[in-house]
């Protein structure tokens, strides 16, 4: 079973991180949804945070996972929200789920591929050698000689953990993540267009949701919508959490 932080009471709303990241990212805006009368889930994927460990990775079986979850703990009419390749995993629930759903919000990706551009990313945290790594200054001093983006490595070192008092590890299964990076871009057509109401939102700044995906979104989301948040780059959220709360604020209104 997906490990998951449930906050407040209401209708169900499923939030789902993207690539290396956990729940945790999305604790302070879960918090204002909770507070609006959501019974907000935040739920680590597997592979990552707290969630089990396997050795499979596709969006088919993330998104039978976001369907165990739901049964087990009895959602229905619920909205999911989705982050980059939690963009993907709530894309591909909703092609095979739809009926569960209420509404459906897409953060900073398009439903088509990408190629691959992780690469960078993982070869900085296989140089990681925790038998050496003693503090989290240590692990971001490595990590800097290959990313040098100060709030990717933030990013990534918030899924650092103590696994015990003298050794460091991640939360998320780097072997298979990292020899799953070429699929974490990989889009199956949607044949059938679905009715669910869908908010995209993207950042201005991001390059991941161009002006011409419009009609590929328009062709499988009957009744979708694109807001752009100005100033915003691909973690739209962490950037202008405001603007992404007013955004869907103004949607699920």
């Not at 209708?11 to 959501?38: C, R, V």
Request: charge should be neutral.
């Amino acid at each position: 079973m997906l490990h998951s932080i449930i906050l407040g009471k209401g209708q169900p709303f499923l939030i789902l991180h993207g690539f290396l990241g956990m729940a945790d990212n999305w604790k302070t805006l879960g918090a204002k949804w909770s507070e609006n009368g959501y019974e907000v889930h935040l739920i680590d994927q597997r592979n990552h945070g707290r969630s089990p460990h396997s050795e499979s990775f596709s969006y088919k079986i993330m998104a039978q996972d976001i369907k165990e979850y739901c049964d087990a703990h009895q959602l229905k009419n619920i909205i999911l929200l989705g982050h980059s390749m939690g963009g993907k995993v709530a894309m591909k629930f909703a092609t095979l789920y739809e009926s569960y759903l209420d509404k459906l919000i897409i953060a900073d990706i398009a439903p088509k591929e990408y190629p691959p551009h992780h690469s960078d990313i993982i070869n900085g945290l296989r140089n990681i050698n925790f038998d050496t790594v003693k503090s989290r200054n240590d692990a971001d001093k490595i990590l800097g000689k290959v990313i040098p983006d100060f709030g990717t490595r933030q990013f990534l070192l918030k899924s650092l953990y103590r696994v015990d008092k003298n050794r460091y590890g991640w939360r998320f299964n780097l072997k298979v993540l990292g020899a799953a990076q070429d699929q974490v871009g990989t889009h199956e057509p949607i044949v059938t267009s679905l009715h669910t109401p869908t908010l995209f939102i993207r950042g201005g700044n991001s390059g991941y949701i161009l002006d011409s995906d419009m009609m590929l979104i328009e062709h499988a989301f009957a009744k979708a919508e694109l807001k752009t948040i100005e100033g915003a780059g691909h973690w739209l959220h962490a950037e202008k959490p405001e603007e992404f709360y007013s955004c869907v604020e103004d949607f699920l209104a």
